[in-house]
């Protein structure tokens, strides 16, 4: 009881403290493809201190939906991290408290409530941001969905740490075909729901053009810190879904040891960063779509994931 | 060993449908000609898999003729023939919007699926995934031939069918005949040197290849 509560706080810790280095690592990897120097890595932690110390303005026409919601994106990417393996393979206390279905609904939640923010704030580009977010979630919604329902076809769970060690016993699991398709699907949608540059430039200042960032214009101080914080975990607990749920089970602790788990968080660590590589790839590589191409990128991330299901149906 | 074949056949089989769909909805020229060398290849690679074991030297043989005749000779016959400026065009003209198009070829995989499911008990466990994506490809690419309404594209929607014909083939007669697939391999490059032909013409004569809305065929023009 005291060691699962133990590794609980652990998985938070590293939820919390890694996060923005991720980020931080992210956007200078990108700047260096670009042939620029780029800030340090650890700038993230100095922007969430800076702005975590500063005075918070609020629009005298907001409502109470504008004060919470920053807390609420906050706290979410937390929650998850409850549900889902971040240092261990072997469940934890609330492992079978909620599946990835859970976790995606939760995430919902969070999505719904940043939106209202942004609409209650009165910016026009508030509520343009955040009808182009809903656009893309619920473009996006459909392949969650259909993945969701493969894994659970596959794996016969969608409860995380039973997936998870359905891929690697036996190992043919993981060079399945649906489970190859279902990477890409998955990774496509990382791509959306984070704001990557595929759908959403993140490093973008122009009000007009922007998706994500528009939602966060009207908040300051420590509503933006917690804002932002949110995204950097948010970004973490999907990779970590990604990489220990459905790619790449491996360098896990399978012991509550202390040296397991440090192993881990560097193992776990590793892993997220060479995604974070990979991502710096295809944003260097592609272009941002026009606003109405998003909908062919989440297309073409629908048909692959039906395509898993349908390799997969072709194997009984 | 057989496992794995099986793996990495279905795999093949994915891409291959994907490459179809895709097919359908890009938007360039160049994009969907590049698309149609993977498809050709993904149906060479699934010639190979099923060939390798047992060992099928018509199988073989059919993914070395489908590497030659589509990957090398049509590509180069149409970069021949069509000219250039066409490749330049930033969209093609399409019927149909792609999230729609999307779509429908999804819809259209499914019912592929669905048709060669009673099918697929018939052909050997093997290559039983063929019979369905090939089914699938079929349709896909049908659909490809209905919404482009230019020559090259159309051309490729042609052989894309072509293609999806012979990945169901290889489910359902293994063995085929060498002199069919011989035929068709000098029969295919035959067909694309004739519709290249007509698209150079074409564009030369009203300055489009958009033969989709050519609707009578007249003896001279005066």
């Known amino acids: 009881m005291a060691e699962s509560i133990a590794l609980n706080l652990a998985q938070l810790a590293f ?22 120097r780029g800030p340090s890595i650890f700038q993230p932690y100095r922007d969430l201190r800076k702005l ?27 929650i998850i991290t409850l549900l889902i393996p971040v240092l ?39 509520a343009m941001g955040a009808s182009r977010t809903r656009m893309v979630g619920f473009l996006a919604e459909p392949v969650i969905i259909v993945v969701l329902f493969t894994v659970s076809f596959i794996a016969n769970s969608t409860i995380p740490y039973i997936v998870q ?44 053009a922007m998706i994500d960032e528009s939602k966060a214009l009207e908040l300051s101080g420590r509503s933006a810190a917690l804002v932002k914080y949110g995204g950097y975990m948010k970004f973490t607990v999907l990779a970590i879904i990604f990489l220990n749920v459905l790619t790449t089970p491996w360098g896990l602790a399978s012991t509550g040891s202390i040296v ?9 660590s590793l892993k997220i960063v060479a995604l974070v590589v990979a991502v710096v790839v295809v944003e260097s590589s592609y272009a941002k779509l ?24 072709l194997r009984l | 060993m057989n496992g794995i074949i099986v793996e990495l056949n279905a795999l093949v089989l994915g891409l291959f449908i994907i490459a179809t769909i895709a097919m359908t909805v890009t938007r360039q020229i160049g994009a969907c000609m590049q698309l149609f060398i993977v498809q050709s290849l993904l149906l060479a690679a699934s010639a190979f898999l099923l060939g390798a074991s047992p060992l099928s030297w018509h199988l073989v043989a059919l993914g070395c003729v489908t590497v030659l005749s589509k990957v090398v000779i049509i590509p180069w016959v149409i970069r021949a023939l069509v000219p250039g400026e066409i490749n330049q065009r930033r969209e093609l003209a399409q019927t149909i919007d792609v999230p729609a198009a999307l779509l429908i070829s999804l819809g259209l995989t499914l019912v592929g699926y ?22 699938a490809g079929l349709l896909v690419g049908l659909f490809l ?35 069919a697939e011989l035929a068709i391999a000098f029969d295919v490059p035959l067909l694309a040197f004739i519709v290249a032909l007509l698209a150079r013409t074409a564009y030369r004569r009203i300055g489009t290849t958009e033969v989709g809305g050519l609707a009578a065929l007249r003896e001279w023009i005066r």
Do not use: C
């Open chain 1, 15 to 36: 939820v919390l403290l890694l996060s923005p280095l991720f980020a931080g690592i992210l956007a200078r990897l990108k700047e260096i493809v670009q042939s620029k």
């Open chain 2, 114 to 135: 669905a048709f060669a499911q009673p099918l697929i008990h018939a052909a050997p466990s093997l290559s039983a995934g063929n019979l369905a994506m090939g089914v």
């Open chain 1, 52 to 78: 975590f110390g500063k005075d918070e303005r609020i629009s005298a026409e907001s409502s109470w939906l504008f004060r919470t919601a920053p807390y609420l994106i906050f706290i979410v990417p937390l």
């Open chain 1, 88 to 126: 261990t393979d072997f469940p934890l206390f609330l492992a079978f408290a909620g599946d990835m279905l859970a976790a995606g609904f939760i995430f919902a939640v969070s999505g719904l409530f940043f939106t209202l923010a942004a609409i209650d704030a009165g910016n026009p580009y508030g």
């Open chain 1, 260 to 268: 397991a788990i440090v192993g881990a968080a560097a193992a776990v």
């Open chain 2, 145 to 179: 031939l209905a919404v482009r309404v230019e020559a090259v594209p159309q051309l490729l929607g042609i052989l894309a069918m072509e293609n999806a014909a012979f990945l169901a083939g290889i489910a359902v007669a293994p063995d085929f005949p060498l002199i």
């Open chain 1, 165 to 208: 060690q359905h891929w690697v016993h036996p190992i043919a699991n993981f060079f399945a075909p649906s489970h190859i398709l279902l990477l890409i699907a998955f990774f496509m949608i990382i791509l959306a729901e984070t704001g990557r540059i595929p759908v959403d430039n993140p490093s973008g200042h122009f009000e007009l």
């Open chain 1, 290 to 313: 026009r606003l109405f191409r998003i909908s062919e990128f989440l297309g073409a991330a629908f048909v692959v994931s039906v395509t898993a299901m349908v390799t997969e149906l």
